[in-house]
């Protein structure tokens, strides 16, 4: 009697969670955890600036492990995309930045470069706070600390 109580029961959960379609189980694993990551080195050259208009501005991103999107800013400009992630690889696509008028021809070029870089972003490593967006070669293209 138990043993056909308990197949009722694992029977009706399994009904139960095949209906439950906005059910999504998603083994969150950073940095694809909504964590927020402020980019410090692009290419290995540390940022041409880290305040803008009297703020301090950081270029950052954040991936949503639920809907595979991935944002962020430059200094100026924001930028939303979509990410797709495997063991230890990543790709970004479809990525629309803003196209705000910067004052500073430095900040112009270094989100241009950010933005760019993202698109050629396979791989990513992290250790402890630290993460690293690779291209192809394994060359870090971003480098970026763990803010929230």
Same mark, same amino acid.
């Given at each position: ?8 029961? #694992?029977?009706? &959960?399994? =009904? ?7 059910? &999504? =189980? #998603? +083994? !969150? ?6 964590? =927020?990551?402020? #980019? +410090?080195?692009?290419?290995?050259? @540390? !940022?041409?600036? &880290?305040?803008? $208009?009297? +703020? ?13 999107? #991935? ?6 400009? @924001?930028?939303?995309? @979509?990410?797709? &992630? ?23 070029? $270094? ?17 402890? !706070? =630290? ?18």
């Amino acid at each position: 009697m138990i043993k056909n109580l308990f197949a009722w029961i #694992v029977g009706i &959960q399994m =009904v139960l969670g095949s209906g439950l379609a906005f059910a &999504q =189980v #998603v +083994e !969150k694993q950073s940095p694809f955890d909504e964590s =927020v990551w402020r #980019v +410090e080195s692009l290419q290995g050259q @540390k !940022k041409t600036l &880290q305040t803008y $208009q009297g +703020e301090k501005n950081y270029a950052s991103i954040s991936f949503n492990p639920y809907s595979h999107k #991935v944002t962020g800013r430059g200094l100026c400009n @924001k930028f939303l995309g @979509k990410f797709s &992630q495997g063991k230890n690889t990543v790709t970004i696509q479809d990525i629309v930045t803003t196209n705000e008028t910067c004052l500073s021809n430095d900040v112009n070029a $270094q989100d241009a470069r950010f933005f760019s870089y993202l698109k050629s972003i396979k791989s990513y490593s992290i250790h402890g !706070k =630290v993460l690293k967006l690779l291209d192809a070669q394994n060359n870090p293209l971003i480098i970026a600390r763990w803010a929230r």
